[in-house]
């Protein structure tokens, strides 16, 4: 393979450099590069691949074009501060992160919130699971040449954003969680919006069924493509739907319960093949499943306090104690000073986010800011089956792999 | 199930091993020789078939050891975690066996590690930066790396030669505040990391 | 500014227009501004959504998104622009044929926003030179629009013919 010497050829960033014609044209192998900007890499993956004509035989990614820093970000500030860089790990779905960062944190802390504050949270967590499997389809059909499903699911997207912007006041960087709690209630008559949402979206999902899932051109390009053993999708440790497809009965919502989640009757959708195809009812399965416990919710919503009360030292108390009370004073200005303290020692806590399983990994020496945490990405370890997955396809094929393993670049990169 | 046999038994066969008391999961500390021995064990013996997570932890110049290798580990059959804590024996230029024999999804791990704190993975096959640049020459995540960065030249001779942009520690007037947590109430309040100097003010040198 | 609109009256000038070259010029090139998205991080979702059913960018003669850079007058750039991304950031904004402008949207794009870290670009501004920025973590469709909208003002008051000839006698010489 490598006594042939090959030309470069650049694709998206910088057109052609160097290559001259004829001299590819007569070279067996060739190298392209992919992205970091280009449609198919949704962000700022790139890709360098060694052709073979159409077919690929070699793929390597290369990352950290949105390395932001997060880790060493979150070293020197206090945990509460960190929520907002949370939402912006995996930006599709940032309710689910904010959720998983406040639950590690409170693992580590030994707070328990109260019933309803968990009930909020496996509600938002489900409403982020749909909007992000929502673009993930949508951005799937549009990979394999469909333009019309993005719209449609765009247009539920647009509902949820609606919906997210009345509880937490923004569209997605939502910042909603806090250590012990959440930033307020659920708003007044915000339910009922939610459940006359949930009566729209099956429509609106059956209307992309029909434009997708038994199409013939969708089919002949994502049937038998991308196909992953479930003995490779283990030892390169993906999780979440993209394990699902491949046959894996691993849902951490079942088999390690957190936040309440042991409660709702819900299914685990499982793939049999492991192709683009499989991933893709994974995810429209996924959807349905949690409208149903969104559903659930609504019809029994547990009443009492939003955050954990008697944790005097990690959640802040309401505005009216603050204002009027000494004691709720100086707790309020010793949490937001010296943020909420925890006990020394380490946690590694994983969440079932829509992407996968997001993992932190804290070590605290005690006090208020974390030694080190580390942020276990989904995306990255999905994306790591790449150099594995892509030789043997077509150029073709790569982009249709890429949407069905449906990775976040601000995730994977952190 | 993870209980008192099951822990008896993993470290009869393993004697090196030490469990450490941690309240989430079952941790056991190991020396690096023996790490690719107690992780084919862990998957074929004991069903931890995923690797979800591989990091590392600088616990600071003065400490011995001062880079611990974290690993967790997780089985689909038992439905729990375990971590392996594994220490660096080398401070200035530390080295730790790769264990991508046994998990392929340690690759990327282990490459992000060395980019962070340049633990170099003995037996890797392509251990290389992962998330900065190749030739950048520090590792952030080690303790003495500042958050706000190091001055360096940007990866791109030509584009400097056009913008004379580089790569310069981020002013950190503007944030994170964080308290010192020492002293009385004014003291304590939240500052920046570094207010001596800012867009406008230049950086004492 | 009246001047440099196209004032056309029929009843007056009959089936001439008399105006400014600049004018006709502008007026052209502002209402087909194709943009370059330079989706980088979560901005470019919000991107995505003033282009899709909602917000429909389409209503003001911008929604011919390519990633082709060659074909484009606008990159927008939308997100975190970090030291490793910003040499890409800077060629692509080298390939764009001129005349070309640059919408800087999001805090990150325009400051470096809440990312004070060491792999983070302080500001696009650093590597390209920036028409519009828009504020916000990320700013909403609408801001965006606006921006667009404030960028075809921008483009309606420049003295593009004087550049066109000044770009010509300078390649000349
Ligand atoms: S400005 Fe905010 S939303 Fe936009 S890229 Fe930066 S962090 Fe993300």
Partial sequence: MSEVTFKEVQVGDSGYRDAVAEERLNSERMALNVGPS?????????????????????????????????????????????????????????????????????????????????????????????????????????????????????????????????????????????????????????????????????????????????????????????????????????????????????????????????????????????????????????????????????????????????????????????????????????????????????????????KGALGFYIVSKGGGVPYRMKIRAPSFCNLSILEKLAPGHMLADITVILGSLDFVMGECDR | MIDKDFIEDLLKKHPYSNVKHQNDCLTLSCPAQQIIDLTTELRDQQTFDLLVDLTAVDQGEAVENRFMVVIHLYSCIHHDYIRIHSDCTDNESPEFPSIHSVYPAANWHEREAFDMFGIVFTGHPNLKRILMWDEYPYFPLRKEFPLAGIDVPLPADDVVEVTQASVEPAPMMGGPFVSSGQGFMSDAEPRAKDESWTEKKEKPV | MVSNEVAYNSKIEGEVIVTKADAVVNWIRKHSVWPMPMGLACCAIELMASAASRYDISRFGMEVMRFSPRQSDCMIVAGTVTYKMAEVVRRIYDQMGDPKWVVAMGACASTGGMYRSYAVMQGVDNIVPVDVYVSGCPPRPEALLDAMMKLQDKIGNEPSTSRLLQARNTSMV
């Fill in chain 1, 38 to 354: 280009h449609p198919t890499t949704h962000g700022v993956l790139r890709l360098m691949m060694e052709l073979n004509g159409d077919l690929i035989e070699k793929c390597e990614p290369v990352l950290g074009y949105l390395h932001r820093g997060d880790e060493k970000i979150a070293e020197n500030m206090t945990y509460n501060q960190f929520v907002p860089y949370t939402d912006r790990l995996d930006y599709l779905s940032p309710l689910a992160n904010n959720v998983a960062y406040a639950i590690a944190v409170e693992n580590l802390a030994g707070v328990k919130v109260p019933e309803r504050c968990e009930a909020i949270r496996v509600m938002i967590c489900e409403m982020a699971r749909i909007s992000s499997h929502l673009l993930g389809m949508g951005v799937f059909g549009m990979d394999a040449g469909a333009w019309t499903p993005f719209m449609y699911t765009f247009t539920e997207r647009e509902k949820l954003y609606t919906l997210f912007e009345e509880l937490t006041g923004a569209r997605f960087t939502t910042s909603f969680t806090r250590i012990g709690g959440v930033a307020r209630d659920i708003p007044e008559g915000w339910l009922q919006k939610v459940s006359r949402f949930c009566e729209e979206l099956p429509k609106a999902i059956e209307e992309v069924e029909k434009l997708l899932t038994r199409n013939r051109i969708f089919l002949d390009r994502t049937e038998g493509v991308g196909v992953i053993s479930s003995s490779d999708a283990l030892a390169f440790g993906l999780t979440g739907p993209n394990l699902r497809a491949s046959g894996v009965d691993f849902d951490l919502r079942k088999d390690k319960p957190y936040s309440g989640y042991e409660k709702y009757d819900f299914e685990v959708p499982i793939g049999t093949r492991g192709d683009c195809y499989d991933r893709y009812l994974v995810r429209i399965e996924e959807v349905r499943e949690s409208l149903k416990i969104i559903n659930q919710l609504i019809d029994d919503f547990p009443a009492g306090s939003w955050y954990a009360e008697d944790a005097k030292k990690i959640f802040a108390p309401p505005k009216e104690k603050i204002m009027t009370s000494m004691e709720e004073l100086i707790q309020n200005f010793m949490i937001v000073t010296e943020g909420p303290q925890v006990k020394p020692g380490e946690i590694y806590f994983e969440a079932e986010n829509p």
